[in-house]
Structure formats: structure tokens, C-alpha cells
């Protein structure tokens, strides 16, 4: 079983910086997925950025590139996401989740993930 825990959402301007951590417990196999999902209000939640840590670069949505970066440090057992430039359109509840079974080409794929934290809110205003 696996628990994740983000944190570090808040309220920016446009053209600002934040970072989320995500605390996670449990077990984890080589191929895990960890990933970063976001869900706007009236939208989908939709994939952003996931690492799989079975080895390779991590996988960005087209939105987010060159602005977002995923991270891991294996020793505190958390992922980040870093995200700069944000804009409005990155305002979203943002969610953190896991997969023992990650499969190639799906990594931003939601239904790919079943363990999910609880989200954290990032609010941008122009």
C-alpha cells in the first residue's frame, strides 16, 4: 500500500514560482510511476509530469514543458514538482499519484495510477 501526502500549493502571480512535494510511504518497485496530474475546475485532471523509476527521462505534458520539472529524492521518499513562469491557466488542484505497474507510453495516462494523494490548490493570478 502506498500513502502520498502533497504539499506546497498557494497563490501566485503570473510569472511566479512554486514547488510541490510529495511525501510518499510504502513500498516501491522498479517499475513504479510517480507522477504529477492536475485538475482544473470544470475540467478533466489531466497528466502534467511523471518520472518512472525504473530509469529513463521523465515524460511532460506539451503545456508544461521547458516550465515544469519533476524531481525525486529516493533518501526523503518524495517526489517535487517544480514549476515556474506559471500563468493562470496553470491554476488547478494538483495531485500526486503512483503506480507499481507503470506501462511504457502511459505514463501521463491517469487511469494507469492507483494510488492518489489528497491534492494541494495552485492559484495564479494575471
Known amino acids: 500500500q502506498v500513502q502520498l501526502v502533497e504539499s506546497g500549493g498557494g497563490s501566485v502571480q503570473a510569472g511566479g514560482s512554486l514547488k510541490l512535494s510529495c511525501a510518499a510511504s510504502g513500498y516501491y518497485y522498479s517499475r513504479t510511476c510517480m507522477g504529477w496530474f492536475r485538475q482544473a475546475a470544470g475540467a478533466e485532471r489531466e497528466g502534467v509530469a511523471a518520472?518512472?523509476?525504473?530509469?529513463?527521462?521523465?515524460v511532460y505534458a506539451d503545456s508544461v514543458k521547458g516550465r515544469f520539472t519533476i524531481s525525486r529524492d529516493d533518501a526523503k521518499n518524495t517526489v517535487y514538482l517544480q514549476m515556474n513562469s506559471l500563468q493562470p491557466e496553470d491554476t488547478a488542484m494538483y495531485y500526486c499519484?503512483?503506480?507499481?505497474?507503470?506501462?511504457?507510453?502511459?505514463?501521463?495516462?491517469?487511469?494507469?495510477?492507483?494510488?492518489w494523494g489528497q491534492g494541494t490548490q495552485v492559484t495564479v493570478s494575471s
Open positions: 518520472m518512472y523509476f525504473g530509469g529513463g527521462s521523465p
Open positions: 499519484a503512483a503506480t507499481a505497474m507503470c506501462r511504457g507510453g502511459y505514463f501521463l495516462a491517469r487511469n494507469e495510477y492507483n494510488y
